[in-house]
């Protein structure tokens, strides 16, 4: 791939390169062949050389993904599709330049032909004008001796004024020449010196009628002394002229503005070029004016030859500053493009940094994160040489001295703001992904425990519930379940260890939660933004982070800004982390007495089942048994009193450690107790009726009471059956009974539930101000609602019923068109609906008026709140300040900058009490709209059901205030207090001011008093 690329790459850029190239032929059939090649390039050369751009771009995407979660892949940035569609870019616009320039050239050539045809014309024709007036001077000069003098100087006259009309034709074709000199032409110079010798002949031929001819008569015309005189006065002109637009141009280099912004930078360069141009072209009309000199009379010939001087010095110094300006300009693009190259590098990570968002780390792939961390550093790594490259190309230019130090200067800063303020955010980057990895860390932890708890749980909660089993079982049991408790331990030992883990780990989702109170904020980096500077590990405080990336703080200096989030962390330790670990904890206590309750049950069920066979031992059921199965027994009576004793002595040991485990007033602890007892006295018995006769059976009492159950089954099987004998109504009339029997029922338990619901809703109190009832009332509200939901399909089947009963009337009552019987019910049942459809449309409403009433309080609460409790801290340093009659000047000063600073602090928090003015009056709204709802409905209800309802409504008298009078009263207090405070600090700061003035005023009369003191001793 890089072979490839590589070679792609400089296909592409010597392409580019001869698309730039500047030098174009002056012949048309050769630029019309440059455009032919060049509709061939595009024809035949690009498509190939895409389809190669293409595919290594499909072999690119095929490495990244071979190598992806690696870092193997190292392919310089120049080769890399994105460097490659730019290059292929720029071909494609040099291209179009291309197109744009010899297009151009060959319209110029065109024109450029005429004039040249034109020049060719009419050098011949001047040429021959000037050859016959040759002849014509050559004829008066032969008669000039011999000729009548008027004769010759009417002949000089035609002749003089023949050289005046060929003047305009020659300035002509200077025009043209120009134009040939302004494209570069090639033949510029041939036809330069053609046309300046017609004009240098006219010129000879002025002269010599003038010197030659008219001086031998002795004579000299009026216009040629004046067209000699306007002749030299066009020359000092020509000559001023170019001294004045040299001086013009050093001006304007040496005024040169060197701006910040490339693209005008790069204009001005542009720009630039044509006026260097432009001063270099100039040399020709230098050398003209040198040429001129010629033509210079001798007595003004040194006047001419001083501001010639002065021309070529002044030329010579426009021209070596100018090349300067085109040194200082490339150079200064140059570093300029490079640094906006790295500004550009830096921000693209910048940007990526500051967005991250870290509150929801479930979104975050951690893996790739630790993976980008490091790939960050590795470039930053490489790319710092290039940085510094940068830095010491822009600290070169300033000790060159280059003209633009103000723009150097600022281009530098920023490169090193912008380097430091990237190493602070991979230092932010670190840290946060330190905690991100430390809280997912510990949240797959608390996931695997609490998981564990669960089935743990579920297995104590669905096993051990037997309460016969045999003795093995229950050792087996006993053996499970200490298993467990040894577990239980080793979780309880790791929840401990993992509540000294999160004593560490940041609240991150508290960024993504707007906090309700200021909370400190700890800085990762340094950052220095326009209003405030902030030192790594300071504390701040964070006022506002509704906005995910920017946050409102206030810094160690009390200056408040807004800051990227990424720059702060939250410090631990996780209110959320701590709830969870809390829950754990209660959850494996909780399993911990099960455990215990399960442990205790296998044992007590152990001993039950162990006292139970001992109590049903006898002497009876021991001589029936065959003598195989008496062994146990007979062993058992045939061990010594001694060893009896110990297996009696071991059982009642065993049953008081349980005992002591269990609550005395256990109903099992007593239920353990009675059977321990009766086992004693069982194994006492059994002892003492071993050497007596076995009693009669009980077996008479039993077929007595088996009998009497089984008449009592019989009777309810006889009944049950009588039942479902009955069969269904079989007639029309007793079908129709039955529905209508359904629908009455139905009216009566519909009208009882819309009743009740009625009263419910009348009930309810007004709006009211607290929080805690706010979330009360829709508390309440949430709950009727379900209710309303699940009682729904009573209505639904009520209408149902009545649209049933009145099908089986009209179908049983024959030639009957109404049934007002029919008609009645309808209409109480829609009466019903209606009312039933209220009673939900002002559940409704009343849920969204509580939600949005709920969270306007929450914000005025909030911010009520702050603002009494500073109107508190103010009113307190207010009233706690001495008086000013019983203070020194330096202590008037010191409290008149207090209360200053007070009345600073005031008209900051002007915008937030309007706020709060805003957040109040939206409640009271809200909440007399929702007094007023209320009041309607209730007076509604008393309407339908008369006023003898109102007895049965919970509310029997209103609360003293309710929620909008409430707030009414805090908000007049509010702004009561907060105009009194301002009232009272100017008052008292105009006290000061007046103290502090009559001081300074005794002070100065002191001064003079003794001034005048001092100068009557001298006197």
């Known amino acids: 791939y890089l072979q490839d690329a590589k070679a792609w790459l400089e296909w592409v850029k010597n392409a580019t390169e001869l698309m730039y190239e500047k030098e174009l032929p002056q012949n048309l059939e050769e630029l019309e062949k440059l455009v032919d090649q060049l509709n061939k390039f595009q024809g035949e050369d690009l498509p190939p050389m895409e389809d190669e751009k293409d595919k290594l ?21 120049n080769l890399q599709p994105q460097s490659l569609d730019q290059a292929w870019d720029e071909l494609l616009k040099a291209m179009e330049f291309r197109y744009e320039i010899l297009h151009e050239q060959l319209g110029i050539q065109g024109n450029l032909d005429d004039i040249i045809s034109r020049l060719t014309r009419g050098i011949g024709i001047v040429n021959e004008k000037l050859d016959l007036i040759l002849r014509r001077i050559e004829e008066v000069e032969a008669r000039a001796d011999t000729a009548d003098p008027a004769e010759i100087r009417r002949a000089v006259q035609e002749l003089v004024e023949d050289l005046e009309a060929i003047e305009a034709p020659i300035n002509d074709l ?180 500051v967005t991250r968002n870290w509150s929801n780390i479930e979104r975050l792939d951690l893996p790739m994160l630790q993976n980008y961390f490091k790939q960050l550093l590795h470039e930053i790594e490489l790319r710092e040489k290039r940085f510094n490259d940068v830095h010491n190309q822009g600290a070169a230019l300033l000790n060159q001295r280059h003209p633009a130090v103000e723009v150097i200067e600022i281009y530098l800063r920023s490169l090193q703001n912008q380097w430091d303020w990237l190493l602070g955010l991979t230092k932010c980057l670190e840290g946060h992904l330190r ?12 996931a695997v425990i609490e998981e564990w708890i669960k089935s743990q749980t579920e297995h104590l909660e669905n096993n051990y519930n037997q309460t016969n089993f045999s003795v093995e079982e229950g050792e087996r049991w006993l053996r499970e379940l200490n298993e467990i408790r040894e577990v239980i331990q080793r979780y309880h030992n790791l929840l401990m260890t993992l509540a000294e883990r999160s004593a560490q780990i940041s609240p991150l989702w508290q960024r993504g939660e707007r ?91 152990m001993m039950i089942s162990t006292m139970k066979s001992i109590q049903g031992w006898d002497l009876d059921t021991f001589l029936s048994y065959p003598p195989e199965q008496r062994w146990d027994l007979d062993t058992f009576l045939s061990y010594p009193p001694e060893q009896r004793d110990e297996i009696i002595k071991a059982l009642n040991d065993d049953v008081n450690k349980l005992l002591a485990e269990m609550d005395p007033n256990d109903p099992l602890a007593l239920r353990l107790k009675e059977e321990l007892r009766r086992t004693n006295d069982h194994f006492l018995d059994l002892l003492n009726q071993s050497l007596r006769g076995p009693e009669s059976d009980l077996s008479s009492q039993f077929d007595e009471r088996l009998a009497e159950l089984l008449k009592k089954l019989e009777e309810a099987w006889k009944k049950l059956n009588e039942r479902t004998a009955e069969g269904v109504p079989k007639t029309v009339e007793d079908l129709e009974r039955l529905i209508l029997q359904q629908v009455l029922q139905g009216i009566d338990e519909v009208t009882d539930i819309v009743r009740r619901h009625e009263i419910t809703l009348s009930s309810f109190d007004d709006m009211p101000s607290a929080l805690d009832s706010l979330r009360g009332v829709h508390a309440q509200l949430l709950e009727l609602n379900m209710v309303l939901q699940q009682q729904e399909h009573i209505i639904h089947q009520l209408n149902k019923n009545t649209a049933q009963l009145r099908q089986h009337v009209a179908r049983t009552r024959f030639n009957v068109a109404s049934h007002p019987d029919v008609d009645r019910l309808e209409e109480q049942v829609q009466q019903l609906t209606v009312r039933w459809d209220n009673v939900c449309s002002q559940v409704t409403d009343r849920l969204k008026v509580a939600e949005e009433s709920q969270q306007t309080q929450m914000v005025y609460r909030s911010q009520y709140d702050e603002e009494i409790q500073w109107l508190d801290r103010v009113e307190n340093t207010i ?141």
């Open 435 to 446: 905690d991100a990895l430390n809280l997912k860390s510990f949240q797959e932890e608390v």
């Open 879 to 1019: 009233n706690k300040l001495r008086k000013p009659e019983t203070l020194s000047p330096d202590e008037l000063q010191q409290q008149l900058e207090q209360l200053m600073a007070e009345y600073r602090q005031l008209q900051e928090h002007t915008a937030t009490i309007e706020n709060i003015n805003k957040e109040g009056g939206k409640f009271i709204r809200e909440a007399k709209n929702y007094d007023n709802s209320l009041n309607t409905f209730r007076e509604h209800i008393t309407t339908i059901h008369g006023p003898g309802i109102r007895n049965e409504f919970r509310r029997t008298q209103p609360q003293p205030k309710n929620g909008a009078q409430i707030v009414t009263e805090e908000l007049e207090a509010l702004n009561r207090r907060f105009a009194e405070l301002s009232s009272v600090i100017l008052e008292r700061r105009n006290q000061l001011n007046i103290l502090i003035q009559n001081w300074k005023r005794k002070q100065q009369v002191g001064f003079k008093k003794t001034f005048f003191f001092q100068i009557f001793n001298v006197v």
């Open 57 to 77: 771009k499909r072999i690119y995407s095929e490495l990244v993904h071979a190598f992806m979660g690696t870092n193997f892949l190292h392919v310089p940035t």
């Open 174 to 353: 200077f025009d043209d020449v120009d134009i040939l000199k302004q494209h570069n032409h090639p033949r510029t110079d041939e036809f330069y010196r053609q046309v300046y010798g017609l004009h240098q002949r006219r010129t000879a031929y002025l002269d010599r009628l003038n010197n030659q001819i008219l001086t031998r008569i002795g004579i000299r015309t009026d216009t040629m002394s004046r067209r000699s005189e306007e002749r030299t006065k066009s020359l000092f002109h020509n000559l001023e002229e170019a001294i004045r637009w040299v001086r013009e141009k050093s001006e304007k280099l040496d005024s040169m503005v060197f701006h910040e912004d490339l693209e005008t930078l790069e204009e001005v360069f542009e720009q630039h070029k044509i006026d260097n141009r432009d001063i270099q072209d100039f040399d020709q009309t230098v050398k003209e004016c040198i040429a001129r000199q010629a033509e210079i009379s001798a007595e003004e010939s040194h006047e001419y030859c001083e501001l010639l001087a002065v021309l070529e010095s002044e030329y010579q110094q426009l021209r070596d500053l100018s090349a300067g300006r085109m040194l200082d300009l490339d150079s200064l693009i140059a570093f300029i493009r490079a640094a906006q190259l790295e500004l550009i590098w830096i921000h693209e990570r910048e940007d990526i940094e």
């Open 515 to 605: 906090i309700r109170q200021p909370i400190p904020v700890t800085a990762w980096c340094d950052y220095k933004g326009k209003d405030i500077e902030i030192r790594a590990g300071d504390e701040v405080t964070l006022i506002d982070n509704s906005d995910l990336i920017n946050w409102t703080v206030r810094g160690v200096d009390g200056v408040q800004a807004t800051v990227p989030s990424v720059v702060f962390r939250i410090p631990p330790p996780d209110p959320q982390l701590t709830q969870h670990l809390a829950r754990l904890a209660a959850q494996l206590d909780k399993m911990r007495k099960l455990w215990d309750r399960k442990h205790r049950m296998i044992r007590f069920n």
